[in-house]
């Protein structure tokens, strides 16, 4: 069974950066694109970033230039450095390996004040 475990959220003032962990288990990782979603106050939940098992990586266009997803294979985690943040990221961030999810974790919440 695959686990995630996120960590790393928390309040900050608009400007500010804030970095994301995902420890994965019970995954080959080397082998699976990881992802961030996130669902901001009264919205859906969108696919924020990728990385493929190649690291190649995409980003929505909202937090282009901003974000940087990374990933290391041999500690099994997926990072998201999020800097110059605003009130448009705050919300609830998920650490995911597919890019349909079926299921979904408490995830990791982010608070942007201005």
């Known amino acids: 069974q695959v686990h995630l475990v996120e960590s790393g959220g928390g309040s900050v003032q608009a400007g500010g950066s804030l970095r994301l962990s995902c420890r994965v288990s019970?995954?080959?990782?080397?082998?699976?694109?990881m992802y961030w979603f996130r669902r901001a106050p009264g919205k859906q939940r969108e696919l924020v970033a990728s990385?493929?098992?190649?690291?190649?990586?995409e980003y929505v266009d909202s937090v282009k230039g901003r974000f940087t997803i990374s990933r290391d294979n041999v500690r099994t985690m997926v990072f998201l450095q999020m800097n110059n943040l605003n009130s448009e990221d705050r919300g609830v961030y998920y650490c995911?390996?597919?890019?349909?999810?079926?299921?979904w974790g408490r995830g990791n919440q982010v608070t942007v004040s201005s």
């Open positions: 995911q390996y597919r890019r349909a999810p079926s299921r």
């Open positions: 019970g995954l080959n990782m080397r082998l699976s694109a």
């Open positions: 990385i493929s098992s190649g690291g190649v990586t």
